[in-house]
């Protein structure tokens, strides 16, 4: 008796494994769930934690033992998905960033989000000139340590603040101006939505790029925002797709493919290699989700997406959530009090603000980190957001849109077009979540290539002797840019896929006549049964079926029945 309790008391423990999950505050929610759970049932333990309601935004982000990322599939069990052994790591990160962030119904939604773009900031994912950059990090200093106190702030307070990767002394001056003079009085609810109002005009909102490289071997970001689709190269931005526009997207193995139209007549075809195979399914898989969510009306417009045209090949995968419309009219009819937000101040070095409602359900408390790159726990070092950054000059989306257009039908244009500003704020590159260590020679030139002074100061002496050098080479990147999109594919490239046509209809064609040849004999098989139905009937009784019937199958059946008796008595006698 007692070992048959002990025994099930193991296997429930089996049947069990602790997961944790890394909140947008740093802080960690740590619970136990069943082996089979789905993702779903994590992502609804934490929203409940968070007392969130709007949680359509949001996503749980891991990395495999590869040092992939994933977004966990909220359809699919946790355990399967992982490829790691218990427990699990995961984190909790804005998979949907809201097009318009005040429209958003909830303060604690919008709360979440900034922590999210504060995060995308410090990263460098979220690039700006100079005076947005001061004026964002100002926001930040006043929604976090409230209005400027002579008696608490001394001189050069703001430097014991970490907003950027890199910044200047008189960064950190300017930030300390706008914090002291323009922004008295703002609570910390105001300060968070002008933060956000700020960053969703710039270019490079909503962007998690990933590392690829074009079909000329130069290296290059993909990503994929609130306004569509985006290819970052070098200090510029080369291409900008609108969702409306993006008609398919497709890969094959490490190759990625963006297919579109611009003005009902003109189509465009992108092609951009990623480091591995794992990397540009989970590229693909990010592009479909987004395109599905701010594209679409309605979630049963929703289609099951294949990765390849070809028959029996590629990946099959569908969006499984809620599209941004419907999010926005669900938002709309909600009718409680607003939960309360506990903000807690901001620490030296870095943002790091918590959230707390009420007692926390299994979560730890948070640990001191280090200023720039941190690491909890193993899984962790590579799991945080300090990912597929590239200094990119930025604009205003609607500048973007205007000018997206015109440097694709100009050549010239395309040089000068994608560059905003000389006086910008260019961060550091963050780590690499993908591995891509056969490359490492060429992403250390690409760091080089894409990198640019860390101060204002260093700026303005560099930027002279740069110009000369940089013209040259940014022109004959445009230009190439544009050949690509406007030049037919290789013959390489045609033969390949010629080949692989072939290939495909052959296929078609060999699994065609075995399922005609598998239905030629279930139809022998039921005429020469002893089945008494109707269309059987008539078909013994035609001509063709009586001289195929004693003709050829009555002496193969004889054959047969003689080869299975010869082979019977040569076994037994044996």
């Not at 040092?67 to 909220?74: A, N, Y």
């Not at 340590?145 to 910044?167: A, L, M, T, V, W």
């Not at 009306?297 to 995968?317: D, I, P």
């Not at 002797?465 to 050949?483: I, M, P, S, T, V």
Request: net charge positive; proline share 5%; glycine share 6%.
């Amino acid at each position: 008796m007692l070992s048959r309790l002990m025994s099930s008391s193991v296997r429930s423990l089996d049947r069990e494994c602790n997961c944790t999950v890394r909140l947008l505050d740093d802080s960690e929610y740590t619970c136990t769930i069943q082996r089979d759970a789905k993702g779903q049932y994590l992502f609804d333990l934490i929203c409940h934690h968070l007392n969130l309601l709007e949680k359509d935004y949001f996503g749980i982000r891991y990395v495999d033992p590869d040092k992939q990322r994933h977004w966990l599939e909220f359809t699919k069990s946790i355990a399967k998905q992982m490829k790691s052994q218990p427990p699990f790591t995961m984190c909790l990160r804005v998979k949907f960033y809201p097009p318009d962030p005040a429209a958003l119904k909830e303060e604690i939604t919008r709360y979440l989000v900034f922590l999210q773009v504060k995060r995308d900031l410090y990263h460098g994912r979220l690039l700006c000139k100079t005076s947005d950059a001061a004026l964002l990090a100002a926001y930040i200093l006043q929604a976090e340590i409230g209005d400027y106190d002579p008696g608490k702030h001394p001189e050069g307070y703001s430097s014991k603040f970490q907003f950027f990767p890199k910044h200047s002394e008189k960064l950190e001056r300017r930030i300390a101006e706008i914090h002291k003079t323009e922004l008295i009085g703002q609570s910390p609810e105001t300060s968070e939505l002008n933060f956000l109002q700020k960053a969703q005009t710039l270019e490079t909102y909503g962007v998690d790029p990933h590392p690829c490289k074009d079909v000329s071997g130069n290296p290059a970001f993909l990503a994929f925002t609130p306004f569509g689709f985006t290819v970052l190269q070098g200090n510029r931005r080369v291409h900008f797709l609108k969702w409306e526009e993006v008609t398919k997207l497709k890969f094959e193995a490490k190759t990625f493919h963006i297919y579109a139209t611009q003005n009902e007549d003109r189509k465009i075809i992108l092609t951009y290699f990623a480091p591995t195979p794992e990397a540009c399914k989970h590229l693909w898989k990010c592009g479909v989700e987004n395109q599905a969510f701010y594209k679409l009306e309605k979630s049963s417009q929703v289609r099951t997406v294949s990765s390849s045209n070809l028959f029996f090949k590629g990946s099959r995968f569908r969006y499984s959530g809620k599209v941004a419309k419907e999010v926005m009219e669900q938002s709309a009819r909600i009718k409680r009090d607003p939960p309360e937000i506990h903000r807690a101040g901001m620490v030296p070095s870095r943002s790091c603000p918590s959230i707390t409602h009420g007692p926390r359900l299994t979560s730890v408390p948070r640990t001191r980190r280090r200023a720039v790159h941190i690491s909890i726990m193993e899984g962790l070092e590579s799991l945080r957001d300090s990912a597929h950054s590239t200094p990119v000059r930025s604009v205003s989306h609607g500048d973007s849109f205007m000018s997206s257009r015109g440097h694709l039908e100009d050549g010239s244009e395309a040089s000068t077009s994608g560059v905003i500003s000389d006086e910008t704020y260019s961060p550091s590159d963050s780590v690499l979540p993908t591995p891509v260590a056969e490359h490492g020679a060429e992403l250390s030139s690409a760091r080089h290539l894409n990198g640019a002074p860390c101060s204002i100061d260093e700026e303005k002496e560099s930027g002279a002797r740069a110009l000369k050098e940089g013209q040259a080479g940014e022109f004959r990147a445009g230009r190439r840019a544009l050949r690509v999109v406007r030049s037919r594919p290789s013959q390489g490239a045609d033969v390949e896929d010629l080949n692989k046509f072939i290939l495909s209809v052959l296929r078609l064609f060999l699994v065609t006549i075995g399922l005609l040849f598998a239905l030629l004999l279930l139809l022998i098989m039921l005429t020469e049964s002893d089945l008494d139905i109707a269309f059987l009937r008539d078909i013994r009784k035609t001509p063709e079926f009586q001289q195929f019937h004693f003709e050829y199958f009555c002496p193969l059946r004889r054959w047969f029945a003689c080869k299975l008796r010869w082979m019977g008595g040569f076994l037994v006698s044996k």
